[in-house]
């Protein structure tokens, strides 16, 4: 299988886009040292996350690493954000601008368009297809898209980033009713810095989901990485730090599958 699916009961579904780790032989050999470190993965999610089966929630994780296509771009790769720096469909570097490819071995279009067949279709056919048994079964669905990042990238954002980022296409990727409901959680604990639509607005799966009209709520969260792990090298868990967040992050995705079950 091209990612891991599980199929829950709730009308939450739980995306996460980025914590693939694995890259293909014809793909990785064609990389430099630097890809073999996949320092830009979204780390130890599906382990922070582990509350989800227990609520019942359908969980879809990447299997592949965002090197090799990345799955919260879109499939024409169009820039998410015109005008400022952004990693594309096929990374060319890592966010420390590191070369991911030997010399004269970038991905070329046809290339591209390979991946895009054997490897990123595959997450976005089963995504649409639990969106749509969800829909089904319960008429409305809550699409969470999980991500994390190293809380200092001078690439993308000046300083360090806060420790959560909501981000819902300022505003067009789900109902405010559920994002303030959402958001609330948050703004009640101290522990967290917090911005909604800030330098993370969603990326293609929040924003192309997400239709609130369909009945389709999507929000994206960024983590800081600082928040449950260590960002520097082996990427270690730290499941003193998790356990600070954990308990937001299951009011938070409880709150959400509440709002579009009322
Ligand atoms: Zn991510």
Redesign the pocket.
């Known amino acids: 299988m091209d990612y891991q699916f599980k199929a829950g009961s709730i009308p939450l579904l739980v995306s996460m886009?980025?914590v693939g780790t694995e890259i293909p032989d014809d793909v990785l050999a064609a990389m430099t040292p630097a890809a073999v470190d996949k320092q830009d993965t979204?780390w130890h999610l599906v382990r922070l996350y582990d509350f989800l089966g227990e609520m019942g929630a359908s969980v879809l994780s990447a299997r592949w690493s965002r090197y090799v296509i990345d799955l919260?771009r879109p499939p024409e790769n169009t820039n998410l954000y015109p005008g400022q720096d952004t990693t594309g469909l096929c990374p060319v570097d890592t966010f420390h601008r590191e070369p991911l490819y030997r010399d004269g071995q970038a991905p070329d279009q046809a290339e591209v368009q390979r991946r895009l067949a054997a490897y990123w279709q595959p997450y976005h056919q089963q995504l649409r297809a639990e969106l749509d048994r969800l829909l089904a079964l319960h008429g409305r669905v809550a699409l969470w898209d999980a991500?994390?990042?190293a809380s200092v990238v001078p690439r993308f954002f000046e300083g360090k980033l806060p420790d959560l980022n909501f981000g819902t296409a300022d505003g067009h990727s789900c109902a405010a009713g559920m994002s303030d409901a959402v958001v609330a959680h948050a703004r009640a604990q101290q522990q967290f810095s917090i911005a909604v639509n800030g330098r993370f607005k969603g990326g293609h799966i929040t924003r192309f989901y997400g239709q609130p009209e369909k009945g389709v709520h999507a929000i994206q969260l960024?983590m800081c990485q600082s928040t449950y792990m260590d960002e520097d090298a082996p990427y270690g868990y730290r499941a003193d730090r998790a356990a600070q967040v954990q308990p937001l992050l299951r009011d938070m995705l409880h709150t959400a599958a509440s709002w579009v079950r009322a």
């Open positions: 886009p980025h979204d919260n991500h994390s990042i960024e």
